[in-house]
């Protein structure tokens, strides 16, 4: 990784430019202090980019008191800066990459995140500051940051909230181990199983946990090459998976028992549903113990597959799943379902993943430093900030303030890149429809960044989304307000080619749900004049200069 001089300035001599170019100001008009030539730079050095001097995108830094209510400044994400050779510059504000690119000194690199490149600078022409991450890692979303920061203040830059589909690469695993196994059990000529000669190099992960840290590494890659990053702060936070299941904290010895330690299964389920129905919620009668999955298939006798059941209840589900049983009332299938037996996954791939991806940043950047999630959950109510995964990235480790946070984030969710088979099965695995060997029609392919001006019709109006290609030349396209069909090719304007992610942008503060329910605004946090100390900062770990 390359390595750059930074809080440093560097005076080299450059050939003379023409006026228009060294004397033109890139501010904006009613704040003249920051990129004129009335004295101020060294000489040698002639910022013409419209860099600030030491300081980041954005107005003056003010320090919002807390104590008083105020809340910390929101502002426009920055865009990232490229000099004429490739190399990360200081990101800027939209408004003077906006007077870049309207005067001819700035072409645009990539569209999504946004970034430019300067034709008419080199880092060594210009002061780079350097900027740092945070990740947030988690099992569905992580959380990336980037900010500056100055002695314990920080100003937040640029949000990212990257969605795995490591749920997707389990559900595909599955389906293709189903399809193996049917394939043995049928009527067809023996083959020895494969299973009892393979084995699993040291430091095995399973895909779909390989797949959060390689889309990580990847995004953290990515900010490199578009942002001069100096350091990397990663939340490792280990979850207490037993003291999950018994919902409660556990101390001592109380680590060393199971679920049901001085206690009876009747008593534990009686109290366990509050000595009431666990379908119709009624009390005061008789109780059964029911099997939610039912034995008959493949339900188990451990105690999170029980509950208590009136006599009615019981009888009419009768063998039934409590799927087919509660068809009807998809809100208690899935209370019941909550209820029964907290699930775990999510935490046990957070623990699974976190030392392999402090492992690979530590490869990749020169300093990492690593703090808990008690520090990160202490930060974020300090500054009375609400509770999202780029929040939760900008206040990871040692800091003081924030003033300021991006107003918007930026959504990759991770798609892929299609698929190598060009046949689709039905549910038994039978082939049902063929696919073409070609991905690419009319110079577009599903996955590309577009732009749709369509003049008239039910889809008039300009569209911005990723699109779903068709044979026919009449796409699909995808924007954040939902799903377009019916396109025409020739209304569409390419943006960005496919890299296996979607892209929307969302207001801070908005926290990412399941696809089937709606994202919701979450409201300020715990009031910030709190009292109580940080926590240690023992535990933190720093990775020092290699």
Not at 97 to 106: D, F, P, S, T, V
Not at 382 to 391: A, C, S
């Amino acid at each position: 990784m390359a390595t750059y001089r930074v809080g440093r300035k560097t005076d080299r001599a450059v050939l003379p430019q023409q006026s228009a170019l060294e004397f033109g100001s890139a501010d904006i008009p009613r704040i003249g202090d920051e990129t004129g030539l009335e004295g101020r730079q060294a000489p040698g050095a002639v910022h013409v980019r419209g860099e600030t001097l030491g300081a980041s995108p954005g107005v003056e830094r003010v320090t919002p008191n807390l104590a008083v209510g105020e809340k910390v400044r929101e502002g426009h994400p920055a865009v990232f800066v490229l000099d004429k050779h490739g190399a990360p510059l200081q990101p800027t504000t939209p408004a003077r990459a906006r007077k870049l690119l309207k005067q001819g000194r700035a072409v645009v690199a990539r569209h999504t995140p946004f970034v430019i490149r300067v034709k008419d600078r080199t880092i060594a022409e210009s002061q780079v500051d350097g900027v740092e991450l945070g990740v947030d890692p988690g099992s569905r979303h992580t959380g990336i940051a980037v900010f500056t920061d100055k002695e314990g203040n920080r100003r937040g830059l640029y949000g990212i909230d990257l969605a795995h589909r490591g749920g997707s690469i389990r559900d595909k695993l599955s389906q293709r181990a189903a399809y193996r196994r049917g394939r043995r059990s049928r009527n067809l000529r023996y083959r020895a199983p494969r299973y009892s000669n393979r084995t699993k190099p040291r430091g095995w992960l399973a895909p779909s946990l390989r797949h959060r840290v390689e889309t990580t590494m990847a995004w953290t890659a990515r900010l490199a090459r578009w942002a001069p990053v100096q350091t990397v702060h990663l939340e490792r936070v280990a979850f207490d998976t037993h003291a999950m299941s018994a919902g409660r904290p556990l101390e001592g010895a109380e680590y060393q028992h199971g679920t049901l330690h001085g206690t009876e299964v009747r008593e534990y389920l009686l109290a366990k549903w509050g000595h009431a129905c666990a379908y119709c919620g009624i009390t005061a009668v008789p109780l059964n113990i029911d099997h939610i999955h039912p034995r008959s298939e493949g339900g188990s006798d451990q105690v999170g597959n029980l509950c208590t059941a009136c006599i009615p209840c019981n009888q009419a589900k009768n063998n039934r799943s409590v799927e087919d049983f509660l068809s009807t009332s998809p809100k208690q299938l899935a209370r019941i379902l909550a209820h029964a037996k907290p699930s775990l996954r999510d935490a046990a791939a957070v623990n699974t993943t976190r030392w392999v991806l402090w492992r690979a940043l530590g490869a990749a950047f020169p300093t990492v430093r690593t703090a808990s999630g008690g520090r990160t959950k202490w930060n974020r109510t300090r500054t009375g900030l609400p509770k999202t995964h780029t929040l939760d990235a900008l206040c990871v480790g040692h800091l003081d303030t924030i003033d300021r946070i991006p107003r918007t984030v930026l959504t990759a969710a991770a798609t892929g890149r299609g698929t190598y088979t060009r046949t689709r099965t039905d549910r038994y695995g039978f082939p049902r429809l063929r696919l073409p060997r070609v991905k690419t029609f009319f110079g577009y392919q599903t996955g590309d960044l577009a732009r749709a001006v369509v003049p008239a019709g039910k889809n008039a109006g300009t569209h911005t989304g990723r699109i779903a290609v068709r044979a026919s030349g009449s796409f699909n396209i995808r924007t954040r307000h939902g799903l377009l069909q019916g396109v025409r090719h020739k209304h569409l304007h390419l943006l960005q080619r496919a890299d296996g992610y979607g892209y929307t942008t969302k207001p801070e503060g908005v926290i990412s749900m399941r696809p089937d329910r709606p994202e919701r605004r979450l409201g300020p946090s715990c009031p910030p004049a709190l009292s109580f100390p940080p926590p240690a900062r023992a535990g933190e770990s720093t990775k020092g200069t290699r």
